[in-house]
């Protein structure tokens, strides 16, 4: 039913790689039937978990599911190699005699992620041995973008024949349905075959998951989250079948689906579990519970109304459509005609159907087999790195410096005095602003100056979600990296000469003490 593996990993007792995917799910699922669990680590939809993180660190742990923790980046970085053999094992299996070095590797990530968890999968895949030359990451809707403007009409759900994507001048969103976030981001086609950010990427993590929650919602208030909770943890290979089974419904709902819809179930596992928590059987708790007229047994199955099925979607819906929304009414995207849906969700013809409805005066396009969109446009983009010809800036950039305190701005908690000099404390110095439109290669020159007595001057990034924040230890600004430039004389105030470069997959700075030409630089991912 689906082209993509899910994200789970099994460890074994020494932390080391035991599986991945739909093997790791399936030997779980079979460890827990024979009592052996205990000794293994189990991480499922862990991706998520860069998401929700918004200060993502080298030390942050992952618990599995039974509360075990592990090193995230080790979590990641065993994913990662997984992915790796799994394609080695594949070129080997043909003939093919390819080495991993031969190989561009590119890495897809949500562009809604912050810079900390892009890097943080960068750092991942260097551990999984992946070298630092030999990697790109790739915005996972850009990645999209770049593969529709090759597809022919017909593989395009929505147009008519004779339409383009190609032609200049096009200005597009698009929407990636994914399992755990939805990444939205807007292009237009500029001469030459490239793509312009005219919009900044937005999302939430209101992908196709978002309906399992509440799925998983609703069978706990048909039998108690005890009850739903002891099945996940003592009989998973039960719970696994239940879940599968309604990533079939939620793939195959259509907007006209009026009668009951048939979900297999785990029977004789939920009727064990209802007499044994409830005192009741299965069909007996179906009937005390508040869906008893909305759901029905025969035999194997249950039988739910569709209009019920489809209150499941009702919040990821919504989620959606104000996230479309909110973009549309920016005035850079106002002109935008076409919505282009992809990601594996995006094959759902629910959702369709709620964002045509949604979006009457647009045309609502979806290629063929869209859960492959971002793979396949990612390939193309290792090809062609330089197919997005600028990006908007999704956050503001600056560096932490003692200004000099201007009471009608700062407040006098950040007042401190440098040598006989009323300074500000952590003020936070804009080297480039939110939503600006960066080219690659954009550079941005500062001149700062050293404190007298300090042998170095440290240059710690931070990134706002502000457009003009004012000091980098207020809410919403987190720190980056750091670069640190020796200083040649200490008695003195030096000065140094600062060049910021953006626009390219990575961010990079170059620091030069005029005197000395001491020199130092630093690079760190910031898509």
């Not at 080790?74 to 594949?90: E, G, Q, R, T, Y």
């Not at 002891?230 to 039960?238: D, L, N, T, V, Y």
């Not at 793939?251 to 009668?259: A, N, Y």
């Amino acid at each position: 039913m689906s082209l993509k593996t899910p994200t789970c990993l099994l460890l074994d007792s020494n932390k080391d790689f035991d599986s991945f995917g739909y093997e790791a799910e399936n030997k779980y699922a079979e460890l827990v039937m024979d009592g052996e669990q205990d000794d293994y680590f189990y991480f499922h939809r862990f991706k998520m978990s860069l998401h929700n993180n918004k200060n993502v660190k080298g030390d942050m742990v992952l618990e599995d599911i039974t509360g075990k923790t592990v090193l995230a980046i080790d979590a990641f970085a065993h994913s990662i190699k997984a992915l790796v053999n799994h394609l080695m094992d594949a070129l080997k299996t043909r003939g093919i005699g390819v080495k991993s070095s031969d190989i561009q590797w590119v890495l897809t990530v949500p562009a809604i992620w912050t810079d900390n968890s892009k890097q943080f999968m960068r750092k991942s895949a260097e551990k999984a041995g992946i070298h630092n030359d030999h990697l790109l990451i790739s915005l996972e809707p850009e990645a999209a973008s770049i593969l529709c403007q090759y597809l022919p009409t017909e593989t395009l759900c929505g147009v008519e024949s004779g339409f383009t994507m190609s032609k200049v001048g096009t200005k597009y969103m698009i929407v990636d349905l994914g399992g755990g976030t939805v990444d939205i981001t807007v292009h237009e086609k500029i001469t030459g075959g490239c793509l312009k950010e005219i919009s900044r990427a937005t999302g939430a993590d209101c992908g196709g998951t978002s309906v399992d929650v509440e799925f998983i919602q609703l069978l706990k208030k048909i039998f108690g989250t005890p009850l739903i909770d002891s099945m996940k943890r003592e009989q998973p290979e039960a719970f696994l079948d239940l879940i599968r089974e309604f990533e079939v419904v939620k793939r195959t709902i259509t907007p006209l689906k009026d009668k009951k819809i048939n979900l297999a179930i785990p029977y004789n596992t939920l009727d064990s579990l209802c007499k044994q928590h409830l005192k009741k059987d299965l069909s007996s708790t179906l009937s005390y519970s508040p869906y008893a007229n909305c759901i029905t047994l025969k035999g194997d199955k249950m039988r739910i109304d569709a209009f019920l099925v489809k209150t499941l979607f009702d919040k990821t819906i919504k989620d959606i459509l104000s996230l479309i929304q909110e973009i549309l009414t920016r005035k850079e995207s106002e002109s935008v005609t076409l919505l282009l849906l992809v990601g594996g969700f995006a094959a759902c013809s629910l959702i369709q159907a709620e964002i045509r409805e949604a979006f009457l005066t647009r045309r609502v396009i979806v290629p063929e087999e869209s859960g492959l969109a971002v793979l396949k446009g990612a390939v193309l983009f290792g090809h062609n790195s330089k197919a997005i010809y600028s990006r908007k800036t999704r956050s503001t950039y600056g560096v932490t410096w003692s200004a000099p305190f201007n009471p009608e701005v700062h407040d006098q908690q950040h007042y401190i005095e440098l040598n006989d000099e009323a300074q500000c404390k952590n003020a936070f110095d804009i080297i480039i602003q939110k939503d600006t439109n960066v080219m690659q290669g954009t550079t941005v020159k500062k001149n700062y100056g050293s404190t007298i007595g300090n042998n170095a001057v440290v240059f710690t990034i931070y990134a706002s979600d502000k457009t003009t924040p004012v000091y980098t230890d207020e809410d919403g600004c987190t720190s980056v990296g750091e670069a640190i430039i020796e200083i040649s004389e200490l008695s003195e105030k030096q000065f140094l000469e600062v060049e910021f470069m953006f626009g390219n997959t990575e961010v990079s700075l170059t620091a030069v003490e005029k005197k000395s030409g001491n020199s130092c630089q630093l690079s760190f991912d910031l898509i």
